[in-house]
């Protein structure tokens, strides 16, 4: 099945860090990957979708310049938020699907993040 | 705007007992997709319906797509302990082509006792 990888599983930082999250798909090409924030016991909120070679899309209310996105290549995305301050701590989640209508979103295990 | 209204919120059941939860529409998908999440994980896909009216089975997992597309069921027999988790809907977005973003419902937590 799809694998993506998601990469730290966790980050405890102090405030005013940048942290990067990693996401990879290990046996798939992701023309785009998408990227979620959840908070405890709440649904998925999708912050943005990542496409391999353009500007990221972001969904209303999320500041671009904030969480900064790449999709460097088919298989990898990344999201730097920036200057980090305790109200980003959260759970962040990055999914993936094969090209093509109709196909799953696969998603990787989450990143943790505290910020001190 | 097309909202996935799942239902129960919450349930807490004994093992052994069985359960339908459910995951309602106005508006017709083109699939719907059922995740299951566990604490500190990521959604884990179990099951994606396309055909109206389609019944598709995972072991003790039945899950069923309603004939209009508007909305779906997911019934568990003998609920087990590892059956604990967050249940997940979620549908494509409309009028968007492939690698479509997603619409999740707000999910349903699912507890069962030994």
């Known amino acids: 099945g799809a694998v993506v990888s998601q990469h730290p599983s966790r980050v405890i930082c102090k405030s005013g860090t940048s942290v990067k999250i990693e996401c990879r798909s290990l046996?798939?090409?992701?023309?785009?990957m998408f990227w979620y924030r959840q908070f405890p016991k709440k649904s998925l909120m999708l912050m943005a979708t990542?496409?391999?070679?353009?500007?990221?899309?972001?969904e209303q209310g999320v500041e671009k310049d904030k969480f900064l996105i790449n999709h460097a290549s088919l298989t990898l995305s990344t999201l730097t938020v920036t200057s980090a301050h305790p109200e980003d701590s959260s759970f962040y989640i990055c999914?993936?699907?094969?090209?093509?209508?109709?196909?799953?979103?696969?998603f990787g295990d989450g990143t943790r993040l505290s910020i001190l | 705007t097309q909202l996935l209204e799942q239902s129960p919120q919450f349930l807490s059941i004994q093992e052994g007992e069985n359960l339908t939860v459910y995951c309602n529409s106005s508006?017709?998908?083109?699939?719907l997709q059922w995740y299951r999440q566990e604490p500190g994980e990521g959604p884990v896909l179990l099951v994606t319906?396309?055909?109206?009216?389609e019944v598709k089975k995972l072991k003790r997992l039945t899950f069923q797509f309603g004939d209009a597309r508007k909305d779906s069921s997911l019934h568990i027999t003998a609920a087990q302990p590892g059956d604990t988790g967050l249940y997940l809907c979620?549908?494509?977005?409309?009028?968007?082509?492939?690698?479509?973003?997603?619409?999740f419902g707000k999910g349903i937590t699912l507890s069962v006792r030994p």
């Open positions: 999914s993936a699907s094969d090209a093509g209508r109709n196909q799953p979103q696969h």
């Open positions: 990542s496409n391999e070679g353009s500007k990221a899309t972001y």
């Open positions: 508006s017709v998908f083109s699939s």
């Open positions: 319906v396309v055909t109206g009216g």
């Open positions: 046996d798939f090409q992701a023309t785009t």
């Open positions: 979620a549908g494509p977005c409309r009028n968007t082509g492939a690698n479509s973003k997603l619409t």
